[in-house]
Antibody
């Protein structure tokens, strides 16, 4: 069974930092791109970032670029999201998701499946 | 403001057919495949439709997807009370170099 388990969420002050982790199991982790998606209270899903299977390629949403850093350790089957300079508007449940890219590196045909249960990040003073 | 436009709400009675629209542009829906997700807050989001019309194993055939030009639709036939939740379309955007989601549609089963 493919399983994704996020951790690392919590309460942080504006300007602070948090590091999220996503432990993966049940599939060949290094063969898949992985992504972070968030959902703020009362709002919809928002894509945050993606990293290719080997870590060569990364993309970020404009709202987090320069503040968040995605990384992965394929030896530990774990995806990370380093969140710096946190803002109140970063408050959300953060989900990691496996990104299926059937045509190698052609992101336009990709989809997310499965998703983890999420970890809550609250940014407040 | 989402780059993909969905109606904020939709409704139907049990057994009815409802459709949810998703409007985009040439750089996203017009060039790339559309995926649909179901998300009940507090739960893990679930893939419903991928590559415009494909249904993952385990998703009932009551759910179907379609696409034409820069718009896509999700249809749910034989509406059931368990279908009452939030639905999102998504696509890769070649200009933004990332995935964009619609604003989400809250489906109510009356």
């Amino acid at each position: 069974e493919v399983l994704l388990v996020e951790s690392g969420g919590g309460l942080e002050q504006p300007g602070g930092s948090l590091r999220l982790s996503c432990a993966a199991s049940g599939f060949t982790f290094r063969s898949y791109a992985m992504s972070w998606v968030r959902r703020a209270p009362g709002k919809g899903l928002e894509w945050v970032s993606v990293m290719s299977g080997g870590g060569e390629t990364t993309y970020y949403a404009a709202s987090v670029k320069g503040r968040f850093t995605i990384s992965r350790d394929n030896s530990k089957n774990t995806l990370y999201l380093q969140m710096d300079s946190l803002r109140v508007e970063d408050t959300a449940v953060y989900y990691c998701a496996r990104m299926v890219v059937p045509a190698s590196m052609f992101w336009g045909t990709s989809w997310f499946d499965p998703w983890g249960q999420g970890t809550l990040v609250t940014v407040s003073s | 403001q989402s780059v993909l436009t969905q109606p904020p709400s939709a409704s139907g009675t049990p057994g009815q057919r409802v459709t949810i629209s998703c409007s985009g542009s040439r750089s996203n829906i017009g060039s790339n495949s559309v995926n649909w997700y179901q998300h009940l807050p507090g739960m893990a989001p679930k893939l419903l439709i991928y590559n415009d019309v494909q249904r993952p194993s385990g998703v009932p055939d009551r759910f179907s997807g379609s696409k034409s030009g820069t718009s896509a639709s999700l249809a749910i036939s034989g509406l059931q009370s368990e279908d009452e939740t939030d639905y999102y379309c998504a696509a890769w955007d070649d200009t933004l170099k990332g995935v964009i989601f619609g604003g989400g549609t809250k489906l109510t089963v009356l």
